[in-house]
């Protein structure tokens, strides 16, 4: 197969084409098979109507007009080559036929020559049926008996002039004056006026119906590959233009593809359909992947600047050291390391945390677990004051929310004046661990933007001890893996207050717990801080 033959063999236009093409072949000929059998079977009926009515006729004249045998051969039958007659005894001998019949077949008697019957009166010849002459009984076949009396017979013999209800049809074929055809035949038993029982065989030509049938089959035939030809350029044409906005979604992403240019955007469609919501969709992905690249380009860059400054820092003092041991600053050279280790860590996790590592599901008392992180910190500016209840249990990784505390409280120590404070509660069906301070707080407009990597606000870039803005972004990356949320607000005391909320552990106990909302009195939080000026910022931290 060549490669033009397979792309139309894979192609989504020509599967529909072929399909509907197919579906509508298979209805039609379904559809033509029903109208030919139902033409058929109207036909017919018409046939055996006309057939019936033709014996009918006949019998009527039996019934009224033959009073013997001998007045058969005086029946005045049709001579319509339509609907040749036979008229049959009970033993199946012919006793009248129409003019110039030749050959039938159908009806149970294939005679053409009715039987001499001798005129009322004259000798029978030998040979001849003795249909004059007396039975044993002195009845005679004119149905009138020796007495005189008509229907010398039972009560059970048929009526004189009686005609048949019912009519039996078949099928056959027959000659007339040379010309043969198709039949259909209907038999009327009628009982003629000596009291004898005939059958009139009457038919109904069906060349009528061959003729239409024939006519019907022929037009659906010829019809049929011109109808699907239609059928299946109109469905090609259709589908080619209903996919033709694929088609340019499909170029232009071959082309960002070749490109690397993520700014590009698929055509959107004006209509409201499905394809229109596939380039939405389309241009949607692409957005978040142009962001995501965006952010890692961002990242490696900003972790480039981060860690080339305490390198440069390192190697300086390294060098001098090495030319000057009495100026080798030891105290910084040390700092710049743990500052290089901070850094290398929160990277690490970072990258765990976007190839999505799911915390743990260990159980453990978050209160508890405040207090012993709190305990080591020996070396804040300002110390940590708690407010902590017991027995509230969350569900996760001990040390990820370690890590969250660790950078809350590094921040909070950053950036207060004399004040930081570490509190547990419950409200509702949540934890809350709220670290405050009273420092400026962080600006309205800024609360979402500190939570992105690498950010630090201005007076946080003034500090040599700023850290490299991942602190926050680290803690709210796994407060969300924790099924959690952290935020930041004002706090009482004119400074900043982030909240991190985790859902109780299941089964947890209700230790500690006062009412739904059991945040401790002394922490009422300002939902907006209106002593900070647009200028007060907060800067983030790694942590440690």
């Known amino acids: 197969m060549s490669v033009g033959r397979r792309r139309f063999a894979s192609s989504v236009r020509a599967r529909a084409s072929l399909g509907a093409t197919a579906v509508v072949a ?11 059998l139902s033409l058929r079977s109207n036909l017919t009926g018409q046939a055996d109507r006309g057939a019936d009515r033709a014996a009918r006729e006949v019998a009527l004249d039996i019934a009224s007009l033959v009073t013997d045998r001998a007045s058969y051969a005086r029946l005045d039958l049709p001579d319509n080559p339509e609907h040749p007659v036979q008229v049959t005894d009970e033993g199946g001998r012919l006793l009248a036929a129409t003019k110039d019949l030749q050959r039938i077949s159908g009806t149970a008697v294939s005679a053409v020559t009715p039987v001499r019957i001798p005129a009322p009166g004259a000798t029978a010849t030998p040979g001849d049926d003795d249909d004059g002459a007396d039975d044993d009984s002195g009845t ?6 020796d007495d005189g009396d008509d229907n010398g017979g039972d ?5 004189v002039g009686e005609i048949s209800d019912r009519s039996s049809f078949t099928t056959g074929r027959a000659t007339v004056d040379g010309e043969s055809g198709d039949y259909r035949f209907a038999a009327v038993e009628v009982t003629d006026r000596a009291g004898e029982t005939v059958v009139v065989h009457a038919g109904a030509s069906l060349a009528d119906r061959q003729a239409a049938v024939n006519t019907t089959t022929v037009s659906m035939l010829v019809g049929l590959p011109v109808l699907l030809l239609v059928v299946g350029g109109v469905t090609w044409l259709v589908t080619r233009r209903a996919f033709r906005p694929v088609e340019g979604i499909r170029r232009e992403m071959a082309a960002i593809t070749a490109s690397t240019d993520l700014s590009r955007r698929v055509p959107e469609p004006a209509s409201d359909d499905e394809v229109a919501r596939l380039a939405r969709t389309t ?3 692409l957005t978040a992947l142009e962001a995501a690249v965006e952010r890692q380009r961002r990242f490696v860059a900003d972790a480039s600047h981060e860690l080339r400054s305490p390198i440069a820092s390192l190697r300086t003092q390294l060098e001098v050291g090495d030319a000057h041991p009495e100026l080798l600053d030891v105290p910084g050279a040390v700092a710049d390391t743990v500052r290089l280790q901070q850094l290398a860590a929160d990277l690490l996790l970072l990258a765990r945390l976007d190839a999505g590592e799911r915390p743990g599901r260990a159980r453990f008392d978050l209160g508890a677990l405040v207090r012993e992180e ?5 070396t804040d ?29 590094d921040n909070a120590q950053r950036h207060t004046h004399a004040s ?5 509660y419950r409200s509702g069906d949540q934890v809350v661990l709220a670290v405050a301070d009273d420092g400026s707080g962080v600006p309205e407009a800024e609360r979402e933007r500190i939570f992105e990597r690498f950010v630090r606000l201005d007076d946080a870039r003034s500090r040599d001890d700023g850290g490299a803005g991942l602190g926050l972004a680290i803690a709210r990356d796994v407060a969300t893996r924790h099924d959690g949320t952290l935020t930041v607000g004002g706090a009482q005391e004119g400074g900043a207050r982030f909240e991190l909320r985790l859902p109780r552990a299941e089964g947890a106990s209700t230790v500690g717990t006062v009412s739904t909302d059991s945040r401790p009195s002394t922490d009422s939080r300002l939902s907006t801080d ?5 200028g007060s910022t907060v800067g983030t931290d790694t942590g440690a």
């Open 374 to 378: 709190v305990s080591q910190r020996t």
């Open 420 to 424: 930081v404070t570490a509190s547990v």
């Open 381 to 409: 500016r300002v110390p940590v004051t708690l407010d902590v209840r017991s027995g509230l249990e969350v569900a996760g990784s001990r040390g990820q929310l370690a890590r969250v505390l660790g950078n809350l409280l």
């Open 26 to 36: 298979v209805a039609l000929v379904a559809a033509g098979i029903a109208v030919v």
């Open 530 to 534: 209106s002593r900070l000026s647009t």
């Open 283 to 285: 241009n949607e992905t």
């Open 155 to 159: 009560d059970d013999d048929p009526a």
């Open 140 to 145: 005679d076949d004119s149905g009138v008996d």
